[in-house]
């Protein structure tokens, strides 16, 4: 509650603000960018789902597709998240924001915005470690009676889904209702978990980065086993499928190196929140920039990184394009 003695209200650089007195996002950059990468998301990832539905794939290239295609979902609940923001900064840009903010953080929108980005995130790391498996398989151990089925990665990305939403639901939902201190993202302007004064929301943060943590070590490990086999069958052969499964290789590793140098910075901020005194101020830019600038990047650049990795996807998507501007073609004559 805000008395109705308050005329006037200056910024902080508490971590837990990311706001100006005037609108939830406090620079003009940050306006700018939100809607850039949301819209850019938002679009690819929808070209990306329909194109995994109607490009029509061999047995070998199902996998990779429903892969591919759940990644995209969860990249699109990202760019919903920034729509989200992005609007709210419209809707709340009446110069006011200091002292009406707690209407927007207790807003639906709000906790549907924390409950997007959350369950985006956690779920994309997951099934890029998926990919990153799939992408093992086929490189290392291409003839293996071993390798996962498509029944079997249906189920784990299924698990992976219902597992990503509960874990991120409850902690929201215990703060629902209850004042900023007791919320997960306390008063954050854009809706992001950053609630590490409250013993049990830090635990769950730790946790949650554990998990990417743990899956990133693990991309990393499964990449270089690929280059290993690789190398190795270079070394003993020059077949063009060689060659084929070298690109490859090097394609996902840079996809690997870009997504994560985006994470390093959430790790940065989240790990220095965590384990310093709560007196400490950390540095608001920072802040912004992994807020607004670095994580959301990776849904915009996901649709069209992946895609161009998976050739067999890609090659198919260009063939059903091409057969779609012929068949207007001859329509139209």
């Not at 760019?79 to 707690?102: F, H, M, N, P």
């Amino acid at each position: 509650m805000v008395p109705s003695t308050v005329t006037t209200c200056s910024p902080t650089l508490r971590s837990e603000y990311l706001s100006s007195c005037k609108s939830p996002l406090s620079h003009f950059s940050q306006k700018v960018f939100i809607w850039i990468v949301g819209i850019i998301s938002f679009i690819g990832n929808i070209a990306v789902i329909f194109q995994t539905y109607q490009v029509k794939l061999s047995r070998l290239g199902i996998i990779p597709n429903l892969l591919i295609r759940n990644l995209a979902i969860s990249d699109f609940l990202m760019s919903l998240y920034l729509l989200i923001v992005a609007v709210a900064d419209l809707a709340y840009s009446d110069g006011r924001y200091g002292i009406s903010s707690e209407s927007w953080l207790t807003n639906p929108f709000c906790v549907a915005a924390c409950a997007l980005v959350m369950i985006s995130s956690l779920t994309s790391v997951l099934l890029m470690l998926l990919i990153s498996i799939d992408r093992y398989n086929s490189i290392a151990r291409p003839f293996s009676t071993k390798n996962l089925q498509l029944q079997h990665f249906k189920s784990i990305t299924g698990t992976v889904w219902i597992i990503s939403i509960i874990f991120c639901l409850i902690p929201l939902a215990l703060g629902v209702g209850h004042g900023g201190f007791d919320r997960i993202y306390k008063y954050s302007s854009i809706c992001i978990p950053n609630n590490y004064s409250v013993l049990s929301y830090k635990v769950w943060m730790l946790f949650y980065l554990m998990v990417t943590i743990v899956a990133w070590l693990a991309m990393t490990i499964l990449y270089t086993c690929c280059f290993a086999v690789v190398e190795k069958s270079r070394r003993a052969t020059n077949k063009t499928n060689t060659r084929d499964n070298r690109i490859i290789a090097l394609r996902l590793s840079l996809l690997l190196i870009t997504d994560l140098t985006s994470w390093l910075p959430f790790y940065y901020v989240v790990f220095s929140a965590i384990f310093s005194n709560q007196n400490q101020r950390l540095d608001v830019i920072t802040l912004q920039f992994v807020g607004i600038f670095s994580l959301p990047l990776n849904s915009a650049l996901n649709p069209f990184l992946y895609t161009a990795t998976n050739a067999s996807i890609l090659k198919r998507i260009i063939r059903c394009s091409c057969y779609k501007r012929n068949v207007i073609r001859v329509e139209s004559r």
